[in-house]
């Protein structure tokens, strides 16, 4: 019965950056990945500042992506065109890098650190009085001190630790694809905040336009669970509504593949237990304000195995506590904004607020960029405070008109229910 120190389920971001850190550390790691090596996992394919200060500290090279230096916002008419904080700090850049690529520099990465990497190969959790002992992979028992979830989008490992997605919690879904353009080296991301789809309805996400510096852009969009009409949202149409959309500014060509989908989780009931921890999406740390979580899988990654090289009984615990002090005061506050934003009333205002004036744009920026968390000093830390504090106070309301209405949609309700 082979042993570990510690096994991680899943290696994308997350998993290759614990993976990678934990073998650099002397820890007897191996990661199994049900995919098969270069594998292409669907994604916008943008790495914010932070992302990128993350793929610093764990020395993978950034040679082979197109460095981006920062967002072009566009609501309605208006434009604003800013670059990433030169003084922030996690660095003035971001960076576009299709996930095969980053993702193989980051298991390669993790190999040459000393880690085992066992592709094609699925392994699930083996509890034993509560207790994470190892996992079955490949037909074998395989023992651990420490199981990390990072398995992305919550599946069966997630489902038997009870790492679900919370259902009271919104989530999203975004569709993405490639077109050939010759503004393929634009050092700027393209987000259109005032996205609707074809029949015209507002809708509470946005479509992007990422170039990739190789001839090509990652074009998509990406929308809320909160949007009224959520559950008949066709998404393949919504995508090409925005592509004939931006088609002509950005001279693009047609699709160079089939669009393909992916769902979005925000939350999850749980993210560690006895003898495991869940990292990056499958402990549902995702920015609800833009999809992104790829920073924060790696930051997640590292954060494990560095705990684990500390004190391998702790982990769990002091994982969850430190994960909480550092990200969900944020996250919980997208996540109250989302259900505030899926009416399209307050859509429209809040997307003229947003880019309205350079102040706010910069806020915005900062929150497009996940730029912000529970340590963030300054006006914007302050701006976060406030906002969740506000949001609190009419969340339960929301969160009751938002049940209402899609228990209306599915038929649950009569149309003038109560």
């Given at each position: ?15 290759a ?37 993350a ?7 950034l ?40 993702d ?9 650190a ?17 207790r ?57 991301l ?28 990652n074009v ?74 790829i ?68 806020l ?25 504090a ?29």
């Amino acid at each position: 019965m082979p042993h570990r120190d510690m096994i991680v389920i899943g290696a994308g971001p997350a998993g290759a950056a614990a993976a990678m850190r934990a073998a650099r550390a002397g820890i007897n790691v191996t990661a199994f990945e049900k995919g098969a090596p270069g594998r292409d996992k669907v994604c916008g394919d943008g790495l914010t500042p932070r992302a990128v200060a993350a793929l610093d500290e764990l020395g993978v090279s950034l040679d082979d992506a197109h460095r981006i230096a920062g967002l072009r916002m566009i609501a309605g008419q208006r434009v604003r065109e800013l670059d990433w904080p030169a003084n922030g700090q996690f660095g003035p850049y971001g960076a576009v890098w299709p996930r095969r690529r980053l993702d193989s520099a980051l298991c390669d990465g993790a190999a040459a650190a000393g880690a085992e990497l066992c592709f094609g190969t699925e392994a699930l959790p083996i509890l034993e009085n509560g207790r994470a002992v190892g996992v079955t992979a490949g037909g074998e028992r395989w023992t651990a001190d420490l199981v990390v979830l990072a398995a992305g989008a919550q599946g069966q490992a997630a489902r038997m630790l009870g790492a679900l997605r919370d259902p009271d919690e919104p989530f999203g879904l975004a569709i993405r694809t490639y077109a050939e353009t010759p503004r393929h080296a634009e050092e700027y991301l393209e987000a259109c905040l005032t996205l609707r789809d074809p029949d015209g309805t507002a809708v509470p996400g946005y479509g992007w336009l990422f170039p990739a510096g190789d001839g090509t852009v990652n074009v998509g969009v990406g929308a809320l669970s909160t949007m009224k009409g959520f559950a008949k949202l066709n998404l393949n149409r919504l995508c090409d509504s925005y592509r004939d959309l931006v088609a002509e500014s950005w001279q693009l060509g047609p699709y160079l593949e089939r669009p393909r989908a992916w769902r979005l989780p925000m939350s999850a009931v749980r993210r560690h237990g006895p003898g495991w921890v869940a990292i990056g999406d499958a402990a549902g740390l995702i920015n609800p304000m833009n999809g992104e979580g790829i920073d924060y899988g790696l930051e997640t990654g590292i954060l494990a195995a560095d705990l684990f090289a500390a004190d391998p009984t702790a982990v769990p615990d002091t994982y969850d506590r430190l994960v909480a002090d550092r990200f969900d005061a944020f996250l919980r506050t997208g996540r109250r904004f989302s259900f505030l934003i899926g009416h399209p009333r307050i859509l429209r205002t809040g997307l003229r607020l947003a880019v309205g004036t350079d102040a706010i744009a910069r806020l915005t920026l900062q929150v497009m960029g996940n730029l912000i968390d529970n340590e963030t000093p300054g006006a914007a830390g302050r701006v976060l405070n406030v906002a969740d504090a506000a949001l609190a106070a009419v969340s339960p309301a929301l969160r009751r008109l938002h049940r209402r209405r899609t228990a209306r949609t599915r038929g649950t309700l009569p149309s003038g229910g109560s």
